[in-house]
């Protein structure tokens, strides 16, 4: 595997924390943009990206998502991704707010969660112009994984990961705890 995505990767990470750092709609609270020197990440590792089919569900069921701030969300669970890690088989749920965008929704939360990262859990978004190769294969990269903007600021209202998607393995990969 080459080394392009992990540098596109890094490459992403550096936006992002300037962006954090300086625009003046960052989810940082603005007190604390001064003194903001990043986000911290787990090391990239390709043992936590993977290429697989996408287990479309036959009949799209509505869940509705607690989020934050005691509200809900309505998705439509998608499908599903199938996948070994450690030697343990995973199951974790995509979804999709609204049947024609072309994104999926991964929300999580595994073993790290409230130690090493954020307690309500994490997200990827799987964009079909990225994360979808030519043979029809979903990139499920947990290195791109990262924080609701929840984690920064309470002001914010996220979804948080239905109870399908807590994962017993530990992800290491992805931003961890924001302090």
Known sequence: MGSEWQQTLKEQRTKKNQYFRENPHSPIPAEERDSFEGLDYYPIDETYRFEMLLHEHEEKEQL???TSTEG????LRWGEFQFTLDGEQVTIQAYKSDPNEDRLWVPFRD???GDETYGAGRYLDLER????TKDGMWILDF?????PTCAYNDRYECPLPPMENWLD???EAGEQKYS
């Not at 809900?72 to 998705?75: A, L, S």
């Open 143 to 147: 290195n791109e994984a990262y924080n």
């Open 169 to 171: 393995v530990p992800l």
């Open 111 to 113: 073993a790290t969660s």
């Open 129 to 132: 112009d990225v994360h979808y």
């Open 64 to 66: 509705t998502v607690a």
């Open 72 to 75: 809900e969300r309505e998705y």
